[in-house]
């Protein structure tokens, strides 16, 4: 995308600064604003827009009319404090992704609905049916960022179906008034961790994120189920001689099936782009804002994004899309208005992640009881509070 724009515009230059999946995007981030190198406009999660909002440039209609093609809610979402900071540029969504060529195998074809899953129960009964049939059940992925930044935050977002419910939550153990280890939500949502470590396609070696290769064994067949989300897809095309037809399973947290959380998948608007204004120039700012325009709302622009199976919230994107199949069970899902609000996930920071989520690493491996997790999420949060 980068290569064509400066087809376009010879007169930018536009230098990418990866980080993959899970890779440190919040480390690199403190160290490239420490050294007075920040990024002219960045890719990131709605807790960075937070942390570092004072060096935001706010999005106007005067700098980036182009934002008038956003969806209202894609607006709302990226606006901190009354200001539009952030541009969104994907829906995403996650839960139990299920291969549904072995799922078929297993069940007969067209004998499973997703929907049937709306219980604990429910889960250990289809996964039972899984590993009779050969296959191991579901996989975990070892990194903090997948236990801590998504598994753990269902139990904040399924508090209620308002982000402050969420936030009050969080709020609540930070000041001390509650432990989390007493709210059921959390001990039933760690229930079904167990399940799922139980029956886990990595337990053997737990600890060993590597995304490809856990990508590469979902894709495969190798096993029926991986909490994971749609961005899973970008990984998958560069594969060869995969499964292509996936869907969307809830991750109960107890045996009501009127639960909210038990037959709802995430989805959320989870990274803006954002331009630096304290340590870009006015001239950086400014290519900036026409390069994001390009990338958002211009049709070969976005067709960059579109071609890597991103739902864009923008009401300019072509109407003759077929997506693929995880972003279309999560549409499914948005349609029955079964989804769960990850509006909380604005306060769950990449050191929320990396520090929560080595806790959930260390219950995952066995090193600490669920009783030492909870103690510890609680210190950790009550950590943020001082």
Same mark, same amino acid.
Request: hydrophobic share 40%.
């Given at each position: 995308m980068f290569k064509r724009y400066n087809e376009l515009n010879p007169d930018v230059v536009i230098?990418?600064? %990866?980080?993959?999946?899970?890779?440190?995007?919040?480390?690199?981030?403190?160290?490239?604003?420490?050294?007075?190198?920040?990024?002219? @406009?960045?890719?990131?999660? %709605?807790?960075?827009?937070?942390? /570092?909002?004072?060096?935001?440039l706010e999005f106007t209609e005067e700098n980036a009319p182009w934002l008038s093609y956003a969806e209202e809610d894609a607006i709302a979402s990226g606006t901190f404090d009354g200001k539009i900071l952030g541009a969104p540029w994907s829906v995403q969504g996650y839960g139990l992704l299920y291969n549904k060529r072995v799922v078929d195998e297993i069940f007969g074809e067209g004998n499973f609905d997703p929907k049937s899953i709306n219980t604990r129960d429910a889960l250990e009964a289809f996964f039972k049916k899984c590993e009779e049939a050969g296959v191991p059940a579901t996989m975990l992925h070892g990194a903090n960022w997948s236990l801590g930044g998504h598994y753990l935050t269902l139990v904040y977002a399924v508090q209620g179906r308002k982000t402050e419910d969420g936030v009050n939550f969080i709020e609540k153990i930070k000041s001390g008034e509650?432990?989390?280890? *007493?709210?059921?939500?959390?001990?039933?949502?760690?229930?079904? @961790?167990?399940? +799922? &470590?139980? /029956?886990? /396609?990595?337990?053997?070696?737990? +600890?060993?994120? *590597?995304?490809?290769?856990?990508?590469? &064994?979902? &894709?495969?067949?190798?096993?029926?189920? @991986?909490?994971?989300? *749609?961005?899973?897809?970008?990984?998958? !095309?560069?594969?060869?001689?995969?499964?292509?037809?996936?869907?969307?399973? %809830? !991750?109960?947290?107890?045996?009501?099936?009127?639960?909210?959380?038990?037959?709802?998948? !995430?989805? !959320? +608007?989870?990274?803006?782009?954002?331009?630096?204004?304290?340590?870009?120039?006015?001239?950086?700012?400014? &290519?900036?804002?026409?390069?994001?325009?390009?990338?958002?709302?211009? %049709?070969?622009?976005?067709? @960059?994004?579109?071609?890597?199976?991103?739902?864009?919230?923008y009401k300019n994107v072509r109407k003759d899309i077929t997506y693929n199949s995880m972003t279309t069970s999560i549409a499914e899902y948005a349609q029955r208005g079964k989804t769960i609000n990850l509006g909380v996930f604005s306060y769950i920071s990449g050191d929320v992640w990396t520090e929560t989520g080595n806790l959930m690493l260390k219950y995952l491996a066995g090193a600490i009881t669920r009783e030492e997790l909870a103690k510890g999420i609680n210190e950790y949060w009550r950590s943020t509070n001082k």
């Amino acid at each position: 995308m980068f290569k064509r724009y400066n087809e376009l515009n010879p007169d930018v230059v536009i230098e990418l600064i %990866p980080t993959g999946i899970g890779e440190g995007q919040q480390e690199k981030l403190q160290s490239l604003y420490a050294s007075g190198n920040a990024p002219t @406009f960045m890719n990131v999660d %709605p807790a960075n827009v937070i942390e /570092y909002q004072d060096h935001l440039l706010e999005f106007t209609e005067e700098n980036a009319p182009w934002l008038s093609y956003a969806e209202e809610d894609a607006i709302a979402s990226g606006t901190f404090d009354g200001k539009i900071l952030g541009a969104p540029w994907s829906v995403q969504g996650y839960g139990l992704l299920y291969n549904k060529r072995v799922v078929d195998e297993i069940f007969g074809e067209g004998n499973f609905d997703p929907k049937s899953i709306n219980t604990r129960d429910a889960l250990e009964a289809f996964f039972k049916k899984c590993e009779e049939a050969g296959v191991p059940a579901t996989m975990l992925h070892g990194a903090n960022w997948s236990l801590g930044g998504h598994y753990l935050t269902l139990v904040y977002a399924v508090q209620g179906r308002k982000t402050e419910d969420g936030v009050n939550f969080i709020e609540k153990i930070k000041s001390g008034e509650i432990d989390i280890a *007493d709210d059921p939500i959390f001990q039933g949502y760690m229930d079904t @961790f167990d399940l +799922l &470590a139980k /029956y886990n /396609y990595n337990k053997a070696d737990p +600890l060993v994120a *590597d995304f490809n290769r856990d990508a590469q &064994a979902f &894709a495969e067949g190798k096993c029926a189920t @991986f909490f994971m989300g *749609d961005w899973l897809w970008t990984t998958l !095309v560069t594969m060869e001689n995969i499964d292509t037809e996936y869907g969307f399973i %809830p !991750v109960p947290w107890s045996n009501d099936p009127n639960a909210y959380g038990n037959s709802e998948v !995430v989805m !959320v +608007l989870p990274k803006f782009q954002c331009i630096n204004k304290s340590q870009s120039t006015a001239e950086q700012q400014e &290519a900036a804002l026409k390069a994001l325009g390009w990338m958002l709302t211009d %049709p070969e622009g976005q067709q @960059f994004f579109l071609d890597q199976g991103f739902y864009m919230p923008y009401k300019n994107v072509r109407k003759d899309i077929t997506y693929n199949s995880m972003t279309t069970s999560i549409a499914e899902y948005a349609q029955r208005g079964k989804t769960i609000n990850l509006g909380v996930f604005s306060y769950i920071s990449g050191d929320v992640w990396t520090e929560t989520g080595n806790l959930m690493l260390k219950y995952l491996a066995g090193a600490i009881t669920r009783e030492e997790l909870a103690k510890g999420i609680n210190e950790y949060w009550r950590s943020t509070n001082k």
